[in-house]
């Protein structure tokens, strides 16, 4: 197992005697895609401190969607731990539908491909999707999708339906659905691809933002020079598994 | 520039919604796709040419439907069933599946005439069990073969491009199609935190998105197709 600080080591040692200092916690994970296929991930071990910003590199293939796919509880590994938050994310834990939900209300995935994250009629509606799935009233859905077009700067596009839009523009719009669940960590899967200069900036800001507000954050990307100083730590996955 | 809800943490506990839906059609979706993508099956152990396999099937399935005798159609049938005990449990029951639901669905067509001409109930039958014969040879042949291994093996059969081209394109589609329908729910399941009102209308919205996608990749491959010198004539070579 490899931790990349003195505090993540702490974190390891604590959590094992029951109390967590880390929102995420992977000891030990292994994962294929099925029994006679050649392991993705081998005896990964990871500790991620609340509020942390990881930058997660390595080279196409080595593993790090699969990882964010364990992060998410869309996968399960073939054997380890994984704890969010002090929760033990396994089958068990996924298999009851509130607990899985809660979950997924905390831990946002933006996908590499925006394209799969919009499915609704109109922007408007694919940024309010997750709040009213919250149960929450109309007036706070409503201030929290005004909020978030007026934070990416898309208000004129609300009304449009998200699947004609650029490239940039469902990137953006992406983002906004996941920061709609306010969720207390974010995955982010390549976040500045596909944008031009000026919205790498934006987008790189509101990760600042996000981060100065003490919410955990992972981000895969192959241009660091879009990260700069924003990472509290650059991990390679490559590096992270034992074998 | 960052909303001053997010500056805390939402005390939200998730209403029970008692639907599972998407994850179960995220399931089943998986399960085909990986089926057609990588086609678990036999070819690896069975070394018999695809080329074979599928003379080898269409003579059954030719010897099942002229047959008169009944006998040697259960003596087809417990050719196949031998053969298939050699396979796993699971491979066995997702082979007979197919069959068993063709067989019953054949039965159910037949019920009137069986009703009302008991005379002529054994030919009836004969049919159910050519039915079921006709649809495992065809399963044991699809799941032991690869698409591309039995596209060659149809090329080498002289069996016309324009067919072959039209079952590669619309597999190739079912595939893409697939995943996208797949990595839609994925992403919704991932949002959908509470209580779905509008279930359908969620649904709704992946079809949408589908054909559009279906659309638009349709008309990408024939500017494709028409940058390469395609002229709307499908070519022997």
């Known amino acids: 197992m490899k931790l990349c600080s003195a505090g993540a080591s702490l974190g390891t040692i604590i959590s094992f005697s029951g109390v967590f200092m880390s929102i995420i916690e992977l000891k030990d994970i292994n994962f294929s895609y099925g029994p006679s296929e050649e392991r993705v991930i081998k005896s990964l071990s990871l500790s991620i401190e609340r509020g942390e910003c990881i930058l997660l590199e390595g080279p196409n293939g080595s593993g790090k969607s699969t990882l964010f796919r364990i992060l998410n509880g869309l996968s399960l590994p073939d054997s380890g731990t994984y704890y969010f938050d002090s929760r033990l994310i396994d089958k068990k834990y996924l298999k009851s539908e509130r607990d899985a939900k809660v979950f997924h209300k905390e831990i946002g995935y933006l996908f ?44 004129k596009l609300a009304d449009k339906a998200p699947y004609h839009l650029s490239g940039g523009q469902k990137k953006k719009i992406a983002f906004a659905a996941v920061m709609a669940l306010n969720p207390k960590a974010y995955i982010l899967d390549e976040p500045f691809a596909g944008l031009d200069r ?11 933002n996000l981060k100065l507000m003490g919410k955990t954050i992972i981000i895969a990307s192959h241009d660091e020079s879009d990260i700069g100083e924003l990472a509290d730590r650059r991990l390679n996955i490559v590096e992270l598994m034992q074998d | 520039m960052i909303p001053d809800w997010m500056k805390e943490d939402d005390n939200y506990v998730s209403p029970k919604d008692g639907g599972t839906f998407v994850i179960k059609t995220i399931k ?27 003379i080898l099937t269409l003579l059954a399935i030719l010897t099942i439907a002229i047959s008169k ?8 049938g ?41 005379a002529g109930i054994r030919n009836n039958l004969s049919l159910v069990l050519r039915v079921f014969l006709s649809v495992t040879c065809l399963n044991i042949f699809n799941h032991t073969s690869q698409w591309n291994h039995i596209s060659l093996a149809m090329r080498k059969l002289h069996i016309p491009r324009i067919f072959i081209f039209t079952l590669d394109m619309t597999l190739k589609y079912i595939v893409l199609l697939g995943n996208l329908i797949e ?55």
Not at chain 2, 69 to 76: D, G, K, P, T
Not at chain 2, 102 to 117: D, Q, S
């Open chain 1, 198 to 208: 000026e919205s790498c900036e934006m987008i790189g800001r509101l990760i600042k």
């Open chain 2, 69 to 76: 005798e009944s006998l040697s159609l259960m003596a087809i």
């Open chain 2, 183 to 237: 990595d839609l729910l994925t992403s919704m399941s991932l949002r959908m935190v509470g209580k779905n009102t509008k279930k359908y209308g969620s649904l709704g919205g992946v079809m949408g998105v589908t054909f559009v996608r279906g659309n638009e990749l349709n008309q990408m491959m024939y500017e494709a197709m028409q940058c390469r010198g395609f002229t709307g004539d499908y070519n022997q070579f």
């Open chain 1, 112 to 155: 590499q491909n925006p394209d799969i994250m919009l499915f609704c009629a109109s922007v408007y509606d694919e940024i309010g999707f997750g709040p009213r799935q919250m149960g929450l009233d109309d007036v706070e859905v409503d201030k929290r999708v005004r909020d978030l077009l007026k934070t990416f700067d898309i208000e």
């Open chain 2, 78 to 118: 417990a050719v196949l069933l031998l053969y298939l005990a050699t396979w796993p449990g699971e491979d066995i029951a997702s082979c007979l599946k197919g069959a068993v639901i063709a067989a019953l669905f054949t039965a159910l067509v037949m019920t009137p005439a069986m009703l009302m001409n008991p």
């Open chain 2, 28 to 54: 089943s979706l998986a399960h085909l796709m990986a089926r057609i993508k990588v086609q678990k099956g036999h070819e690896k152990k069975r070394s018999m040419p695809v080329l074979l396999k599928l």
